[in-house]
Structures are given as C-alpha cells and as structure tokens.
C-alpha cells in the first residue's frame, strides 16, 4: 500500500478465489488492472462483454464500473490486483 498519486492510494495483493466461487459484483473508487497468475475466470464487467481469463492474461477494469469474476473449471484461480483508489473511500463497495 503507497499513498500515490495525491489523494489517492496505490494498493497491489494477491486474490485467490476458490473453485466454483465468485467475487461478487461490486465497484472500486478507481482503476483496477490485475494479472491471473493461476486457473481460469470468467470477468463480467458490465457494459463490456464477457471474457475469459486464464493464467498470464492480464485486465483492466475503469473506476466505479460494476465487474464480478467467476472461476471457470474445477481449480481455484489465482490475480495479482493493482487498485488505484481514492483514499477516502472503501476500497470495494458490493453492487446488486
């Protein structure tokens, strides 16, 4: 975690979703781009068309923007997240 660029803060980790599992839908009060470091997941993000990711792709998901990732197969998947957020707001906030 790095308070970088002003107002903002710069946060990278490791998610492991299991398989058969989700992330659930839900925003970030900025930019997301991650890279899937193991299995494979579906990335709905909405006004977007579906894709599926697999180990060594990489995304990008703009601020504010509803998205939810979906494991595909029987395996859990594994992203390195880089979030560039506003400091004064939760990182994630769960969408309907």
Do not use: C, M
């Not at 970030?28 to 068309?49: F, N, R």
């Not at 990489?58 to 923007?65: D, E, F, Q």
């Amino acid at each position: 975690k790095v308070e970088f660029p002003e107002g903002f803060v710069t946060i990278s980790g490791i998610a492991e979703i299991p398989a058969g599992g989700a992330a659930g839908r839900h925003t970030h009060p900025g930019i997301e781009t991650g890279y899937v470091l193991e299995g494979e997941t579906d990335l709905l993000v909405d006004g977007q068309p579906n894709r599926r990711l697999k180990a060594g792709d990489s995304y990008s998901i703009p601020a504010g923007v509803v998205h939810d990732a979906k494991v595909h197969g029987d395996k859990s998947a594994k992203v390195l997240a880089v979030y560039v957020v506003d400091k004064t707001k939760p990182l994630a906030t769960p969408a309907p």
